[in-house]
C-alpha cells in the first residue's frame, strides 16, 4: 500500500464549476499537508500548506485535512481554464519540520474547458 | 518564480554514463532536496542536504550521490546510469523553518 494515495484521473470539468481533489494516507504520523500544482514539463508550484485539521482558504481555493479519516482535499471554486494542470498533494512525516522530506501522492490531472 | 534554478534544461544520455545535474537556490536557503519524477507519476524523495551534510535519504541507490555548496548550489551525481532513471529530476531548496520551493527540473533521457 503507499503512503500517500491519490486518484490520477484525469478530471474534466467546465468552466466555473467547483472542483474538488483528494487525497488519502496511511501513517496518522504525518504533520504538514501541501498542495502542489504542476503544468506541464515544468516544476511543481506551492499552492497551500497546513499541520491541523480543519479548513484553510486562500482566495478560490480551499485545503482540508480531516486527520481522523486521513483525508485531504482542494477545492477550486470558480475554477477557470488556467486552472488546469496536475495537483499534487503532498506530506511531510512528523519530526521533520515543514522543511522535511515530502511524500507525493501520483498526482491527478485536471482539464478546466471553456 | 521561485528563485530556485536548475541546469541543464534536459539532456540526453546512453546507458552506462554518468551526469551531474546542476541546482542554485536563494541566499539563505540551508536546506535543498532533490525528487526523481518519472512520467504520470509524483516525485520520489532522492535525498536532502542541510548546511553542507546529508541529511536523510529515499530508497534510491548509492550510485546516486550529492553535494551542496556553501554558495547554497547544490549538485545530483547519477553513475552507472540505467534505462529507468529517465525521469525529470527537481531540486527543492527551504530557507529556515519555511517550505520546500521547487526548481523547474532536469529532463534526464537514458537511451
Known amino acids: 500500500q503507499k503512503e500517500v494515495e491519490q486518484d490520477p484521473g484525469p478530471l474534466s470539468v467546465p468552466e466555473g464549476a467547483i472542483v474538488s481533489l483528494n487525497c488519502t494516507y496511511s501513517?496518522?504520523?504525518?504533520?504538514?499537508f501541501m498542495w502542489y500544482r504542476q503544468y506541464s514539463r515544468k516544476g511543481p508550484e506551492l499552492l497551500m500548506y497546513?499541520?491541523?485539521?480543519g479548513n484553510k482558504e486562500d482566495g478560490r481555493f480551499t485545503a482540508q485535512v480531516d486527520k481522523s479519516s486521513k483525508y485531504i482535499s482542494l477545492f477550486i471554486r470558480d475554477s477557470q481554464p488556467s486552472d488546469s494542470a496536475t495537483y499534487l498533494c503532498a506530506i511531510v512525516p512528523h519530526g521533520s519540520g515543514n522543511t522535511g522530506k515530502l511524500i507525493f501522492g501520483q498526482g491527478t490531472t485536471l482539464q478546466v474547458k471553456p | 518564480e521561485t528563485g530556485v534554478t536548475q541546469s541543464p534544461t534536459h539532456l540526453i544520455k546512453t546507458r552506462g554514463q554518468q551526469v551531474t545535474l546542476r541546482c542554485s537556490s536563494q541566499s539563505g536557503h540551508n536546506t535543498v532536496s532533490w525528487y526523481q519524477q518519472a512520467l504520470g507519476q509524483g516525485p520520489q524523495f532522492i535525498f536532502q542536504?542541510?548546511?553542507?551534510?546529508?541529511?536523510g535519504r529515499g530508497n534510491f541507490p548509492p550510485r546516486f550521490s550529492g553535494l551542496q555548496f556553501p554558495n547554497y548550489s547544490s549538485e545530483l551525481n547519477v553513475n552507472a546510469l540505467e534505462l529507468d532513471d529517465s525521469a525529470l529530476y527537481l531540486c527543492?531548496?527551504?530557507?529556515?523553518?519555511?517550505?520546500?520551493?521547487f526548481g523547474p527540473g532536469t529532463r534526464l533521457t537514458v537511451l
Open positions: 542536504y542541510y548546511r553542507e551534510e546529508e541529511n
Open positions: 497546513t499541520y491541523s485539521s
Open positions: 501513517n496518522s504520523a504525518f504533520q504538514y
Open positions: 527543492a531548496s527551504s530557507p529556515p523553518g519555511d517550505t520546500q520551493y
